[in-house]
């Protein structure tokens, strides 16, 4: 089974798990093709990170996240005159493109562990075809590009590649991309390190340095994707699992582990003491992030710690039902891609691709078509800062795959886009189907909330879905909740998706009516 927010991925992962490959080439495969039909939300300029998991075996975390540049200083901004880093633009593309490692030492460890066999060039053969003969445009993007492309047109190669006669192309229009398409022909003929050590690294770093950005070949020959341990919340009903630092992987296991100690047998999953607990939780989590969340080498704790029950059970006590902490400011927008795949095997991968803000940095490259990301936006131009810019130190990352393995035998993949919203998203899905039992198509569906800021947001209310019972809404609010009603299925909840692969080994799967995606399965 796969799942994916583009019904064109979880397709061609479906299409290798028919021609028997294992469910790493699988979700490369999804990796490459939606990176092709949902440009606004993800791109081979992008970073990724994995959890993998063989049964009898400790899942694996795979961090394919680029660091700083060493040309990258606080210094170099500031004499340009930036008193922040930009958002858009040849110095905001400031952090080293990680994902296409990432698929690279996953299929390297799919060989060696799992027997896979398929070649790359097949797994990238569709996203080579949809971006050479095109694919319909989704209303996401249609709607995005119309909502970025005053903000981004000046900037080099986006609106040559993006709008059409001046204009966002409307939702049903062709999309190509046919120098896409040849940068991914180059990756099946010499290899994926190309993009890192050969031809295509040269002309990458050519095209980088033309846009004005610090990034340089030097940068790219030393990138690696690393394997690590992932993080590890013991569960009353399981062992959950997220990725370690550089990302918020914590903050989502930190909701979850406080969750457990405060929901109880019959509370309503769309009611205000669900939602309150939720809430409240994440405002805990949220001050973790934030005071102790960045590259993993500059850190002052190790966070495996804060999931033990001291932290977790001092956490929930200041939880009360009537009352509301506070709360400060989020990390807003990321723009993403959480995709899963279980195969035959039950080998499950839990999977997440993403640029940071809708088309990143906006710079699509000219001879390549590669659009960069912006994630080095996220540091700061303060050396005090948590955060500060520093020559090969990793951004942080709201990404966060969820995987758990539950004590009834299900294994449960999860995850979901949108900043803030991701570790929100996954306490929502996550809950409904593991403490109230609903299908994980129905726990996606259900209307969802969102504290904070994520994609096309600037407000930090709570936000909820219009669909929540009217006694919900009003109920929070009198508890002190800034609330704010959005539409029944608002995109800005984020695309989640999730696979159970249950004890008798059988599959259950859900995908987001807010996004174009879809559950694909053999």
């Not at 932290?311 to 509301?324: E, F, K, M, N």
């Not at 990321?334 to 991968?349: E, I, K, L, N, R």
Request: glycine letters at 10%.
């Amino acid at each position: 089974m796969a799942v994916a927010p583009h019904a064109l991925a979880s397709q061609s992962a479906l299409a290798v798990l028919r021609e028997g490959g294992n469910a790493v080439e699988a979700m490369v495969a999804a990796a490459a093709t939606i990176a092709v039909v949902y440009p606004h939300m993800n791109s081979i300029g992008g970073d990724s990170f994995w959890l993998v998991s063989r049964p009898g075996e400790a899942p694996r975390a795979l961090d394919a996240c680029g660091a700083a540049a060493g040309d990258a200083t606080i210094a170099r901004y500031r004499e340009a005159g930036f008193q922040a880093i930009p958002t858009r633009g040849g110095m905001a593309a400031n952090t080293v493109a990680g994902t296409v490692s990432g698929w690279q030492a996953a299929l390297a460890w799919s060989r060696d562990a799992l027997g896979g066999c398929l070649p790359l060039s097949r797994l990238l053969a569709d996203a080579i075809d949809y971006a050479r003969v095109g694919v319909p445009v989704t209303q996401s993007q249609s709607a995005c590009v119309a909502a970025k492309a005053a903000e981004l047109a000046d900037v080099p190669g986006f609106a040559e590649t993006f709008l059409i006669d001046g204009r966002a192309p409307a939702a049903g229009t062709r999309f190509r991309h046919p120098r896409l398409a040849a940068t991914l022909e180059q990756l099946a003929r010499a290899g994926l390190d190309d993009f890192y050590q050969g031809d295509l690294a040269r002309m990458l770093a050519r095209e980088l340095g033309n846009a004005g950005s610090p990034l340089t070949l030097a940068d790219l020959r030393a990138h690696r994707a690393t394997w690590k341990a992932p993080l590890a919340l013991a569960h009353s009903r399981g062992t959950v699992y997220n990725m370690p630092p550089p990302t918020q992987g914590l903050v989502s296991l930190l909701i979850l582990g406080q969750l457990d100690r405060l929901l109880e047998a019959g509370m309503d999953p769309l009611g205000p003491d669900f939602v309150h607990a939720c809430v409240e939780a994440t405002k805990q989590a949220f001050h973790v992030r934030d005071r102790h969340i960045t590259d993993p080498a500059y850190m002052e704790i190790d966070p495996q710690d804060l999931l033990a029950p001291p932290w977790l059970d001092a956490a929930a006590a200041r939880i009360r039902p009537d009352a509301v902490l506070p709360w400060g400011q989020g990390m807003g927008p990321a723009d993403t891609v959480w995709m899963g795949v279980v195969d035959g095997s039950g080998v499950a991968v839990s999977f997440i691709q993403s640029i940071y803000h809708e088309f990143g940095s906006g710079i699509v490259l000219p001879g390549t078509g590669v659009n960069w990301q912006n994630r080095g936006c996220s540091f700061s131009l303060d050396p005090a800062a948590r955060n500060p810019l520093m020559p090969g130190r990793k951004p942080f990352h709201t990404l966060n795959p969820a995987m758990a393995r539950l004590n009834d035998g299900r294994t449960l993949v999860y995850g979901n886009m949108g900043g803030d919203g991701q570790p929100q998203s996954q306490s929502a899905v996550f809950s409904r189907i593991v403490h109230f039992g609903m299908n994980p198509q129905a726990a996606i569906d259900a209307p969802r909330w969102l504290l904070g800021r994520t994609w096309g947001q600037t407000s930090d209310t709570l936000k909820l879905e219009s669909r929540f019972p009217d006694a919900t809404q009003q109920a929070l609010h009198r508890l002190g909740h800034d609330v704010e009603v959005l539409g029944p299925y608002d995109e800005t909840m984020g695309h989640a998706g999730a696979i159970v692969l249950q004890a008798d080994g059988l599959y259950q799967g859900g995908s987001d009516p807010r996004s174009d995606g879809g559950v694909a399965a053999w």
